[in-house]
């Protein structure tokens, strides 16, 4: 009868999905549903010889606990060859109908799955304890319902309160500085929760120990079915980072300034010389906007020689990286306006020192360069002058001098001569000393009236009419030597002259070919013109006795400088035409040959000077 | 008085060469003053007597400022010659122009005569312009 019963009870509990057992006093297993061996890893048919207290041996005073007689749960481990699993076995006390206890039902779950779970929850957050101590980067979550605030550490450390530190929000709040970054918060953060606006700011907060410190607080609302339930986020230390780009961008806007607003010309060029900086000056001087430069080379922007020169100091500042310092230079752009630099090219190294391109400084010296160039002329006209006013002071001195002397010398014979014949004698010699100072003096007067009368104009002057004129005046003269003249000058010619001092010019070349003509032949003159680079010049050629230039050369046109023995000769005429032609900014060249003959050429100056 | 065989003046000026001769009258007695208008006409007569063998000047009046060839080319070219006697040269010159002691001091010390410079006016002629310094004594 008891068999009977048993098998049906065994066969209505082996078809329970549910793993359960009935478990004896003595820890038999009575019966069991097939998924519950299927649990445990056994075959279903071996009841009988089952133990619990075999099952699970780990379980520490399980024997004791199951004669309490009250219902309990243990979790044990289930090793078997190829897995590991997990599970909760419920033990609840088994009663006959008369309420006799009779063992336990046993209830197991396999729990696996969930024990999996919570060592990954376990694992993500060290991981995410881990990750907010290295990157300082906090976190806090917001409870909207019980309005509790959470901080991680690495938060409150970066808010500088004790790790025991509890916070509220209006708290959390009240640690950014009053002001914007207050301000910004409470509105962002009360967004965040109305309006699910996630955010993320940087802000100023004001440590529990008082310090100012730039953080930047990010936060998201979570939903759940529909409504706000927290909000998270993250805090993070930024101070130093905000620090150092804030004095990068003021180092960057204070060089921005000072390469802008310099007086000079400043790029930066790469190693294929492009320019990949340029300033306000040189983007001025090139009339071009910073756009419009970058990239460009030299060969881009100025006419292709100057372009080749400045590559070739770039490539030779590249090579040697020595710097080329305060090198004058001349920019030609495209257009042709030419520009005097004063330029400097420095190599330019990368973080790793390697070389990467050139900075290039120039300095616009065109207005120096014109005020030296004035200056030299200056100089050097002054110094002309000067040298010409100390030639015309000795020969004053000199000349004066001398006439002076022979007075004293005759007046002091006089003084002790008693001879009448011989006194009268002197006198003779007096006035003929007093007529050579007479003479003397105008001469000078002629030479200082050529140097100071510089009001006197130039006017047109033709130059075959000219000499037609001088021509006439000296007809005596001209046929008492037989002298023929050749007037072979253009007759259209006209040059801009003070006539004056043309009559003087033609009147003493003439007049000196005359003088100094050989007495073997009759004297021929031919006066001749032409052009040469736009100045005109007059060449008087005679046949005369020449002049000995190697010796004579640099006295020629000096003053009272006679060559020949020639009773006319006074060396005056041509130190007058040479200072009267220089005065009009022309000049007076000769070439001569011993007997046979010489020319004077004349150059004059178009200028209306 | 001192006798001079041979006396040169060398100067463009007629006022000084009258000057210079009427000067040398109460010191020197000389039957031979020649007188030239510039270097060339001197250094030629004085090159022809030294061919000829005769008698070479034993005093010049050199005058500086002078046309075709001037004092300072004359001295040049005198210093060429192969003369034995020291000949006395007084350079007489209205010029005060420092460049042309300056060249009076370089041919003093290349010249082997005796070179004096003497400034225009001269009023008198000394018995020492017409002798060498006593070397021997």
Redesign the interface.
């Known amino acids: 009868m008891k068999a009977v019963e048993r098998i049906e009870q065994h066969y209505l509990l082996k078809q329970l999905p549910q793993a359960i057992a009935l478990v004896g006093l003595d820890g038999s297993v009575v019966d069991a549903s097939d998924s519950w061996f299927v649990l445990f890893g056994l075959p279903p048919k071996s009841i009988v010889e089952v133990n619990i207290f075999n099952l699970l041996e780990n379980v520490v005073n399980l024997n004791e606990k199951l004669s309490i007689q009250k219902n309990f749960s243990i979790r044990h481990e289930m090793v078997n060859d190829k897995e590991s699993r997990w599970l909760e076995t419920n033990f609840t006390p088994w009663y006959d109908e008369k309420e006799n206890i009779k063992g336990s039902i046993v209830h197991t779950i396999d729990i696996s799955r969930e024990v999996k779970k919570e060592l990954e929850i376990e694992r993500i957050n060290a991981i995410l304890k881990t990750k907010s101590e290295v990157a300082h980067v906090g976190c806090w979550e917001f409870d909207v319902q019980t309005e509790n605030l959470y901080w991680c550490d690495e938060t409150k450390k970066i808010h500088q309160v004790p790790l025991s530190y509890v916070p509220n929000v209006n708290e959390a709040i009240n640690f950014y500085k009053p002001g914007y970054s207050r301000n910004k918060i409470s509105m962002i953060f009360h967004k965040a929760i109305q309006e699910r606006t996630p955010f993320n700011e940087r802000l100023t907060i004001i440590t529990q120990k008082g310090e100012e410190r730039w953080i930047q607080s990010a936060g998201k609302a979570i939903e759940k079915n529909g409504e706000v339930v927290k909000v998270f986020g993250t805090f993070q230390d930024i101070h130093d980072q905000v620090m150092t780009e804030t004095k990068i961008k003021e180092s960057e806007q204070l060089l921005t300034a000072l390469i802008d607003n310099l007086p000079l010309n400043v790029f930066v060029k790469d190693l294929d010389s492009r320019k990949i900086l340029v300033n306000k000056s040189e983007c001025e001087y090139l009339e071009k906007s910073p756009k419009e430069l970058i990239g460009k080379t030299d060969y881009d922007l100025y006419d292709e020689e100057v372009a080749k020169i400045s590559r070739e100091e770039d490539l030779e500042v590249i090579k040697t990286l020595k710097p080329i310092l305060g090198k004058e230079t001349i920019s030609i752009k495209k257009n042709g306006q030419t520009t005097n630099f004063l330029t400097s090219k420095i190599p330019l190294f990368d973080l790793q020192g390697k070389v990467s391109g050139l900075i290039g400084i120039s300095m616009d010296i065109s207005a120096i360069k014109k005020k030296e160039d004035q200056l030299r002329n200056l100089i050097n006209l002054t110094s002309i002058q000067n040298k010409k006013l100390i030639n015309f002071a ?1 020969i004053v ?2 000349n004066l ?2 006439h ?3 007075f ?3 007046l ?2 006089l003084k002790s001569e008693d001879n009448e014949k011989e006194r009268e004698h002197i006198i003779t ?1 007096l006035t ?2 007093s007529d050579n100072l007479l003479e003397t003096l105008e001469n000078l007067n002629q030479v200082v009236d050529i140097n100071t009368n510089i009001s006197l104009k130039k006017v047109p002057i033709n130059i075959y009419d000219h000499i037609i004129k001088v021509q006439h005046s000296l007809t005596a003269f001209l046929d008492k030597n037989e002298v023929s003249i050749k007037n072979e000058v253009d007759q259209k010619l006209v040059v801009k002259s003070i006539p004056a001092y043309m009559d003087s010019i033609i009147l003493n070349l003439l007049t000196n070919a005359v003088k100094y003509s050989s007495p073997d032949r009759k004297p021929i003159i031919t006066l001749t013109t032409k052009k040469l680079d736009n100045k005109i010049i007059l060449s008087i050629t005679d046949n005369g006795l020449g002049i000995d230039l190697e010796r004579h050369g640099d006295k020629i046109f000096g003053m ?6 020639n009773k006319d ?1 006074k ?1 005056f005429g041509l130190y007058l035409v040479r200072n009267q032609i220089e005065a009009m900014g022309g000049r007076i060249t000769v070439n001569s040959e011993v007997s046979k003959g010489t020319t004077f050429n004349v150059y004059f100056n178009e200028e209306s000077k | 008085m001192k006798k001079v065989s041979s006396i040169f003046i060398v100067d463009d000026d007629p006022i000084t060469v009258f000057g210079i001769k009427k000067m040398l009258k109460p010191v020197a007695i000389c039957d031979d003053i020649q007188i030239f208008q510039n270097g060339k006409e001197a250094f030629d007569a004085l090159a022809g007597r030294l061919t000829l063998e005769q008698d070479i000047p034993k005093v010049i009046f050199l005058d500086i400022n002078m046309p075709i060839m001037d004092g300072w080319d004359f001295l040049e070219e005198l210093i060429g010659l192969d003369i034995h006697d020291r000949i006395i040269i007084n350079m007489i010159t209205s010029s005060i122009d420092p460049s042309d002691y300056q060249r009076w001091n370089d041919f003093k010390e290349k010249c082997p005569h005796q070179l004096n410079f003497k400034n225009k006016p001269i009023f008198k002629i000394e018995v020492s312009d017409l002798e060498g310094f006593h070397m021997a004594s």
């Open positions: 000795h001195s000199h001098r001398s002076s002397a022979n004293s010398m005759l002091q014979f010699m003929k000393a009272y400088k006679t060559f020949h023995n000769a060396g």
